[in-house]
């Protein structure tokens, strides 16, 4: 029983050190004898089969660390493509109060927002993770009144585009006087956009 935890144990080491021991033994096993005599390893081949056994070991883990990297890998590049996608679902699914409050980042200019944490809408961008709670000190946070400092979820940052906040890049009177009926209640009517 030992010997099979040992032997465990031996699989946890960094695939650096088999990759080594396979070519270092991979050298030797296929090189010739006067290379070995140059290296002044000739005098190791009484151990050849030791040096066989060493050299399909460490090969084999190398082989099963690389499929299993590569495995991971994909596996991570799939998970991280469908989120993505679900992420653009999200936004494409919004209603229009709120589009309205992610409109507010964009209009005022800022990456922090005082919000209601009351508010209905606001609770469900947060319940979403499209929204989330700045704290200012470790995991305690500062609130004054029924406001608390409010940013959009990095992820969602990155792929939130004007179209998905029915915003237009230069906006003329008209629909900047639409937006302007359409914030939230709870804004003061400042206007950086």
């Known amino acids: 029983m030992d010997f099979l935890k040992s032997f465990f144990d031996v699989t946890k080491l960094p695939t650096k050190i088999f990759l080594v021991v396979s070519i270092v033994t991979g050298v030797f096993i296929?090189?010739?004898s006067e290379?070995?005599?140059k290296l002044h390893l000739d005098k190791f081949q009484t151990y050849e089969g030791f040096v066989g056994l060493a050299f399909l070991f460490s090969t084999v883990l190398v082989i099963v660390n690389l499929i299993i990297w590569i495995f991971n890998k994909l596996h991570f590049e799939y998970?991280?493509?469908k989120l993505k996608a679900e992420h653009k679902q999200i936004l494409t699914e919004l209603d229009p109060k709120e589009k309205a409050?992610?409109?507010e980042f964009i209009i005022c200019s800022q990456s922090s927002i005082d919000?209601?944490?009351d508010n209905p809408v606001i609770a469900g961008l947060l319940g979403k993770n499209i929204l989330s709670i700045?704290?200012?000190?470790?995991n305690s946070l500062i609130m004054h009144?029924?406001?608390?400092?409010?940013?959009v979820s990095r992820y969602f940052?990155?792929?939130l585009k004007f179209e998905y906040v029915d915003l237009m890049e230069n906006p003329t009177e008209e629909e900047k006087h639409l937006i302007s009926e359409n914030r939230p209640e709870w804004v003061n009517n400042s206007w950086r956009y």
């Open 79 to 81: 998970k991280l493509y």
């Open 101 to 103: 409050v992610l409109r």
């Open 30 to 32: 296929f090189s010739g």
């Open 145 to 151: 009144g029924t406001k608390v400092p409010v940013s």
């Open 35 to 37: 290379i070995l005599k």
């Open 115 to 117: 919000m209601p944490y």
């Open 134 to 138: 700045n704290k200012q000190f470790g």
């Open 157 to 159: 940052l990155k792929i």
